[in-house]
């Protein structure tokens, strides 16, 4: 799995790094790989023994980890080649994922991007069939070129369903963004197609399709990987669903827009005062200024709430404002993606912004931004 939102499991163990991009594996991977060595163990130990059924448990694995692995590697490779900028591979429990910062410009890129890591898994997959004439595949070794095969199959099937967060859904919206020429909609469009992939084609295939072929463990275990796995898509797919969303109402996201007035005050002033001189004015902030009316501080909205109102006549503006640095400080004409790097940048509940032409001074509240965003 790839992109720009693409889930990055949170510490782990780092493995190395792959043209200069660090490779981590995940803490929920080796959970992953226990049960997954005594559950195929187990199934394994009265046709071949405890001991080969553990390695042969062992073996698919850490083969699934490396398969994974070398998934991820070719997004990452496919990904570098157009200069897009890669922070880490990381590999976890349900899927691996490769950190890419900034989006693919273009549906060409979208595409190859994503269809280059099943790509990987399907030469994987060809390999193992096509060396399993070689090997008896009741040995130890024909068992693991077998794992190789399944392993990459499996990995290559299950990542190119047509939905995100998949590799599929990728494709999907590099598809859907070709015809539309809206990437945001076509995002929109194979989002709900994960939902659907999630609901549906999940447990349909795990707990109908495999069992009818004669594949996957009884009945439970079926229904216990399906739930984990749909649970997993659906949940990316409605995250990617927002964070969509969010994208499509940013140009509307501005200083101008969503700024408050605000009622300048100097900072030994009262509380209570300040207060009620922003209310008799119609003003939502407070801003500290000077002997000279030169902008200092803006007053934490917060701290104001906090404050009791017995105490207010007792506290002073000044006492609840933070001070000015160069980052809080905004151009009036900020809007979009320019101001949430401008806030990126200088994190913080409040900023302020005066129009040097009129001298109104604002101040923007980073609720108010993300309420704009999500509501």
Same mark, same amino acid.
């Given at each position: 799995?790839?992109? /720009?939102?693409?889930?990055t499991?949170?510490?782990?163990?780092?493995l190395?790094?792959?043209?200069?991009?660090?490779?981590?594996?995940?803490?929920?991977?080796?959970?992953?790989?226990?049960?997954?060595?005594?559950?195929?163990?187990?199934?394994?130990?009265?046709?071949?023994?405890a001991?080969?059924?553990?390695?042969?448990?062992?073996?698919?694995?850490?083969?699934?980890?490396?398969?994974?692995?070398?998934?991820?590697?070719?997004?990452?490779?496919?990904?570098?080649?157009?200069?897009?900028?890669?922070?880490?591979?990381t590999?976890?429990?349900?899927?691996?994922?490769?950190?890419?910062?900034?989006?693919?410009?273009?549906?060409?890129?979208?595409?190859?991007?994503?269809?280059?890591?099943?790509?990987?898994?399907? =030469?994987?997959?060809?390999?193992?069939?096509?060396?399993?004439?070689?090997?008896?595949?009741?040995? =130890?070794?024909?068992?693991?070129?077998?794992?190789?095969?399944?392993?990459?199959?499996?990995?290559?099937?299950?990542?190119?369903?047509?939905?995100?967060?998949?590799d599929?859904?990728?494709?999907?919206?590099?598809?859907?963004?070709r015809?539309?020429?809206?990437?945001?909609?076509?995002?929109?469009?194979?989002?709900?197609?994960?939902?659907?992939?999630?609901?549906?084609?999940?447990?349909?295939?795990?707990?109908?399709?495999?069992?009818?072929?004669?594949?996957?463990?009884?009945?439970?275990?079926?229904?216990?990987?399906?739930?984990?796995? /749909?649970?997993?898509?659906?949940?990316?797919?409605?995250?990617?669903?927002? !964070?969509?969303?969010?994208?499509? #109402?940013?140009?509307?996201?501005?200083?101008?827009a =969503?700024? !408050?007035?605000?009622?300048?005050?100097?900072?030994?002033?009262?509380?209570?005062?300040?207060?009620?001189?922003?209310?008799?004015?119609?003003?939502r902030?407070?801003?500290?200024?000077?002997? /000279?009316?030169?902008?200092?501080?803006?007053v934490?909205?917060?701290?104001?709430?906090?404050?009791?109102?017995?105490? #207010?006549?007792?506290?002073?503006?000044?006492?609840?404002?933070?001070?000015?640095?160069?980052?809080? =400080?905004?151009?009036?004409?900020?809007?979009?993606?320019?101001?949430?790097?401008?806030?990126?940048?200088?994190p913080?509940?409040?900023?302020?912004?005066?129009?040097?032409?009129?001298?109104?001074?604002?101040?923007?509240?980073?609720?108010?931004?993300?309420?704009?965003?999500?509501?």
């Amino acid at each position: 799995m790839t992109g /720009a939102g693409a889930p990055t499991p949170r510490g782990g163990v780092r493995l190395g790094s792959v043209v200069g991009v660090p490779v981590l594996i995940g803490p929920s991977w080796f959970l992953m790989a226990a049960f997954l060595t005594f559950s195929i163990g187990q199934a394994l130990v009265g046709s071949i023994g405890a001991g080969q059924a553990y390695v042969v448990g062992g073996s698919f694995a850490v083969l699934l980890g490396l398969s994974v692995l070398l998934h991820e590697m070719g997004h990452c490779f496919v990904a570098r080649a157009f200069g897009l900028p890669v922070r880490r591979i990381t590999i976890g429990f349900m899927a691996g994922a490769t950190e890419i910062t900034e989006p693919p410009q273009t549906p060409g890129r979208e595409y190859a991007v994503a269809v280059a890591g099943p790509m990987v898994s399907l =030469l994987l997959a060809g390999l193992g069939v096509g060396l399993l004439p070689l090997f008896d595949r009741s040995s =130890l070794t024909g068992r693991v070129v077998e794992n190789v095969a399944i392993t990459n199959g499996l990995i290559a099937a299950f990542n190119l369903l047509p939905g995100l967060p998949l590799d599929g859904g990728r494709v999907l919206r590099a598809l859907i963004w070709r015809v539309w020429g809206d990437p945001e909609r076509a995002t929109w469009a194979a989002a709900w197609a994960g939902r659907v992939v999630a609901v549906v084609v999940v447990p349909l295939v795990l707990v109908v399709l495999l069992p009818w072929a004669g594949y996957g463990g009884n009945g439970s275990t079926n229904v216990i990987w399906a739930a984990l796995i /749909a649970a997993y898509i659906y949940s990316m797919a409605t995250a990617t669903l927002k !964070r969509s969303e969010a994208m499509r #109402r940013l140009p509307a996201v501005s200083v101008a827009a =969503l700024a !408050r007035p605000a009622l300048r005050v100097p900072a030994d002033m009262p509380l209570a005062e300040a207060v009620r001189r922003a209310q008799a004015a119609n003003m939502r902030g407070l801003v500290v200024v000077d002997a /000279a009316d030169r902008l200092e501080a803006v007053v934490s909205e917060a701290a104001v709430v906090a404050t009791p109102e017995q105490r #207010r006549p007792w506290v002073t503006v000044g006492m609840l404002a933070k001070r000015l640095e160069p980052g809080l =400080l905004l151009d009036p004409s900020l809007r979009g993606e320019a101001l949430l790097d401008a806030m990126r940048a200088h994190p913080s509940a409040e900023y302020v912004s005066e129009d040097k032409a009129t001298g109104e001074v604002r101040v923007l509240v980073s609720d108010d931004v993300a309420k704009a965003l999500t509501a």
